[in-house]
């Protein structure tokens, strides 16, 4: 009999809701605080922000399923539901019992997974009568995605991109303005936030946090604007669940149950949303299943940063949220990774890293250049170089498991492809990229500047 290799739904088997973590975990993460008052956040709070539905998802803890509208799901279709492949180059290239398996993202249109939050985002702006929206985004991909989803539903975005992806990777800034989004350099003069750091650092290349800032600072001072954000907010993590709880079908297609489930980690949304489905299983069930976020040895939140309120942004424009972090001005390496460089972890995830409920693993950038072209070169996929990180944690764990000699299940997310980011394979194709070292006392210093909340 031939093998089968990929596991396809149907458009009828795109999920009609999302599911919401929150409401099956026994310690809910802790509340977001205000930054100025330091009370916990209300609803009101943060409709200044966002847009009201997407406020009320973000607080909401109790309701384990939220409906995915019917004018979101017609554009899931464009793409969703995403094929789930059975990587039986790679297993052989490994010479591995495991079995692995990946959710392939990389097959949306714009090549990423943020397209999920990117069309509930701006759906719900449309929908409530808002005319703009601003937002950043890191290595280019939140940025396209919103670029599209905007234009879908007739909104005016602005993005700020992180100065160093900007100059990197010019393509992914062709594409946003393709789809009629104008684009920002960050850090800018067009902000408050952007004017203070480039007095104090005139060549900064920018950061996400810095980038947020100025997203922030343009949607408040806008009329009938709101921020979006692609990534670490718990709403983005509901979004984005549709991955796993069609991987979940897919995975029973295939006749197996991962023994892992991993995702690259940068705010953690994609991580999220390959993984709850799985963990409701765990929670609910008791079920045995690893969970593994893999972060960049040069940017590593979860393995090695503190759990303390923290700002998500540069210039503490943001709720204060109870996150693993390395400190809201942290200045990550400039690993190509980019979606990586985030200082911090979603407040869902970093309780349920408290609560050893997943794991966390941290890569160094030739380490996932090295997974990436053996993946390339086994499965016919150039790999984004954020999901090469998962790609590195599951070739670790099937090698595992070939000095074991045990059969295990593996399952990783495919975050998306890396065809605007050849630049960074022709660099390490010319042995031009290093490992960035990150010493004890840096992170020590940094996380030392923050107050101690918890
Ligand atoms: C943005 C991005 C990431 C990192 O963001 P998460 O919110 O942690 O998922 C990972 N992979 C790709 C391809 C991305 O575009």
Redesign the pocket.
């Known amino acids: 009999m031939s093998k089968t290799k990929k596991f396809l739904l149907s458009e009828n088997d795109i999920p009609t809701a999302w599911y919401n973590v929150v409401a099956d975990m026994k310690n809910k993460p802790l509340p977001p605080l205000h930054p100025a008052t330091k009370k916990p956040l209300t609803i009101d709070d943060l409709t200044s922000l966002f847009a009201t539905e997407l406020a009320k998802q973000e607080l909401n803890s109790t309701d384990r399923w939220i409906e995915i509208p019917e004018e979101v799901r017609d554009l899931y279709k464009n793409y969703r539901p995403t094929p789930l492949v059975r990587a039986y180059g790679l297993e052989k290239a490994l010479d591995t019992p495991a079995h692995i398996f990946f959710k392939n993202e990389s097959v949306s249109p714009v090549g ?3 397209l999920s939050s990117a069309i509930a985002q701006a759906y719900y702006c449309k929908k409530e009568g808002i005319t703009n929206i601003t937002t950043e985004t ?2 280019g ?2 940025g396209a995605a919103l670029s599209y989803a905007a234009k879908a539903f007739g909104l005016e975005l602005a993005v700020y991109m992180v100065k160093i992806s900007y100059e990197q990777k010019p393509y992914r800034r062709s594409i946003m303005q393709t789809f009629g989004a104008q684009v920002i350099p960050s850090p800018s003069m067009s902000t408050k936030a952007g004017r203070k750091i480039l007095t104090e650092h005139p060549n900064y290349q920018g950061s996400l946090g810095t980038a947020i800032s100025e997203a922030i600072e343009l949607a408040l001072q806008t009329p009938n604007c709101r921020y979006t954000l ?3 907010l718990n709403h983005v993590a509901l979004h984005q669940t549709v991955i796993g709880l069609e991987a979940e079908k897919q995975m029973e297609m295939a006749g197996e149950y991962p023994d892992m489930v991993i ?9 999220s949303g390959i993984t709850f489905p799985f963990l409701r299983h765990k929670l609910t069930d008791g079920k045995e299943v690893r969970l593994i976020a893999a972060e960049p040895a040069s940017c590593p939140k979860l393995t090695r940063g503190v759990f303390q309120y923290d700002f998500g942004d540069e210039a503490g424009y943001t709720p204060l949220l109870p996150m693993f972090t390395l400190g809201h001005d942290f200045a990550p390496a400039h690993i190509h990774a980019g ?2 460089r985030y200082h911090g972890a979603g407040t869902i995830v970093s309780q349920l890293k408290k609560d050893n409920l997943i794991e966390a693993v941290d890569i160094k950038q030739l380490d996932t250049f090295k997974a990436a072209t053996l993946f390339a070169q086994t499965e016919g996929i150039i790999p ?1 170089p ?2 090469s990180h998962a790609i590195a944690a599951a070739i670790n764990e099937a090698l595992k498991a070939k000095e074991e000699g045990k059969q295990k299940t593996i399952l990783f997310n495919l ?2 492809h890396g065809l605007i980011d050849m630049a960074a394979y022709d660099q390490y194709i010319a042995g031009d990229l290093t490992n960035y070292d990150l010493p004890d006392e840096e992170i020590a210093q940094n996380v030392a500047k923050l107050e101690k909340i918890i």
């Open positions: 990423s997974h943020k890191g290595a991909q939140w692609g990534s670490v995702g690259c980690f940068g705010g953690g949304s994609n991580f979606g990586l984004a954020e999901s975050s998306g």
